[in-house]
């Protein structure tokens, strides 16, 4: 049986189930009592809780989902740390992973690949602009919902680009199958490592397997870093050129080779979706030839654009009938979304005179056309110096902005200045002209500097509204998440706190905690049971109900300042400020001269039962009553919402198989999450207990019950229980 079933995080987050399990953390169904919502919680593993790399991880993930909020990414609810365990609750998605999809279909159909496709690069995008890079994107960190949507998740081991990287322990992060050259050899990630992974997937998508496969985890890495992928197109001839030359260039090696962003990306999936023959010639730039032989002459140029015109029109994919995809579906195949696609139908051209001239005209834009973007685009990669006044562009990124103008003095260097989280201040983050590109002696060139990160101070929100708390933390470049609670002095929905503090200075982007009062507590408390408790405790936990204390000293023979007894039961629902007397010990070491007299009674074990005297209170009365006059006391037996069955309720008396009270037939249906009342018939304080059964028989609760003051106590609840009855009952 698991330990946190039927566990109630903060009071509010019910565990009811284990629904997934992880290298680091468990993830559980759970349910939000405030809101009345199913929820997921994600919990540390107890084993990890104390390492402190583990714990930052966790941690991580909780900071990066908070500061994003997008449709295509995993809500989180809230963040804690109980008893020495760390939780996240989180939105709970009801789908499948994309990587079961892509196993139950095999191969998935490129409108499906490039629908998925999209709504990662969207959601990785706000990651991206946010400064966080997931760092493991895989089939199995992408929920897919029946509607076709999708929800990226498990940011445990994302990277926030102010922090530093490459530890030894960090190295290795990542899942092999899918994991960058960079990350495999331990060198930088960004942003680009996590294209990389998009490309991966969509090739195990479109192929239904991956792109590099071996014996061990340590070759999988190799191959990702030095063997160039068998390109899709081998497995499966039917996929469209443009989309594996997408899929390719999002697989490159060198990160400044592949697609430089998320939305660079988009801008190509959605070109081929509106034309399956479009083409892309990012293989035919990886060429270095051609970049590196300009085409001097006009007739060669020519000659050149005529072959490439031919090449094209020859390579180009014939467009097949198109096919309703909802027709060839399966009828089995579950009904997650697929956009339709349908080609305008073929129109008949009637010849005429006319075609032949426009055909030449076109032809001729296309030359021309052609041999200025040609012109434009060697001139764009030259990388060879024409003349002495020329030469490489260097690496200014990095660099301290006045030693780089120092360094460089044949360039004039302007520089405007940003906050950045990822490098120091006067440091060049950002340069005009890239490395490697030519350029001329006097040149003017922009770089961008950083000022470094940017510092806030958290302010005073105390009785501000929510709404109001929310757009001065977001106004100021902070993040938030709420957290609901009591409170006597704040109304409703006004603030209570916030954690960190006010007038904390914390980075720009940190996740600030609104505590967010519901209001004050009822008018009525629970009265603590304090019994042999000292003085000082006892009083400090009333106090806390909001009890008035009155100490009344007698004498005895406990330790001083213990507390014998309490005029009023532990448990009793009282009106608060209700005076307690609380009867307590002198430390005298006397005990009052008190004789009785006990005569002989009917007891539960039989008739005429003498009352033990070694032992007066053996679970089964008091000896502090000379009257044995039965009473009936209502015992309220709570019953959790998440109960499912039909049970059977018991009492004994405690360490014995003697019943007391006729068994209780308690049917969920009715009573999951009331108290179910069960009334019992004796004398003086009894120690009974409470089972369960239901083909199983479980202990429930300990009760002391005071049936001449016609009063109890609870003890030991055991509410998991019922969960596993459910359980055995299931099996």
Sequence with gaps: MDRYIGLKLDGRYEITELIGVGGMANVYRGRDIMENRIVAVKILKSEYSENEEF??????????????????????????????????????????????????QGMLKWRDCVHFTIQILRALQLAHDRGIVHRDIKPQNVMLLSDGSIKVMDFGIARFSREVENT???????????????QASGTRTDERSDIYSVGVMMYEMLTGRKPFNGDTSVSVALKHMHDAPVPPTQYVSSIYPGLEEIILHAMEKDPAKRYQSASGMIRDIEAFKLDQSVTFGYLEKNS???????????????????????????????????????????????????EEYYDDDEVEVRHNYALPILAAVTVTVIIVATLFVANVILGAFKTAPSNSNEYKMPKLIGMNFYDARAQYTDIQLVATEEYNNEYDSGIIFYQEKAEGRMVTVGDTIRVTVSKGTRMVDIPDLKNYHVSSAIKALEDVGLSYVQVQQESDDIAADYVVRTDPAANSSVEE???????????PMTEDTIVPYVVGKD???????????????????ITSSEPRDLVVSQNIEGGSNVARDTVITLMVSDGSGEMPEENY???????????????PEDNPNENLGDNSSDSFTEHTVTVYVDIPSNAENTYFLIFYYQGT????????????????????????????????????????????ATYVIDFDNQTYTCEDYNESAFRTVDNFATF
């Design 535 to 553: 003085l000082a405790t006892a009083t400090a936990e009333v106090e806390a109900a909001h009890l008035t204390v009155k100490p009344q000293y």
């Design 168 to 182: 030894d322990s960090e190295k290795t992060m990542g899942s092999v199958h899918y994991v960058s050259p960079e």
């Design 509 to 519: 982007g940190t996740v600030v905690k609104i505590f967010v009062s519901l209001g």
């Design 55 to 104: 714990v930052r991880r966790f941690r991580n993930e909780s900071k990066a989902i908070a500061v994003l909020s997008h449709p295509n990414i995993v809500k989180i609810y809230d963040v804690g740390y109980e008893n020495n365990m760390q939780y996240i609750v989180m939105e709970y998605i009801d789908g499948i992973t994309l990587k079961e999809y892509i196993e139950q």
């Design 597 to 611: 007299d006990f005569p002989e009674y009917e007891g539960p074990f039989g008739e005429n039962t003498d009352y």
């Design 288 to 338: 270095e030839n051609r970049q590196e032989q300009p085409v001097h002459d006009a007739k060669e140029k020519l000659a050149a654009a005529l072959s490439a015109i031919k090449s094209v029109k020859k390579d180009r994919p014939r467009k097949e009938k198109p096919v309703n995809v909802r027709e060839v579906e399966p009828a089995d195949e579950p009904e997650y979304y697929v």
């Design 657 to 700: 198989t003697i019943q007391i009270g006729d068994s209780s037939t308690v049917v969920a249906l009715q009573w999951a999450g009331l108290s179910y009342p069960v009334q019992l018939t004796g004398t003086g304080v009894v120690t009974v207990e409470a089972f369960i059964r239901y083909g199983v028989t479980l202990r429930l």
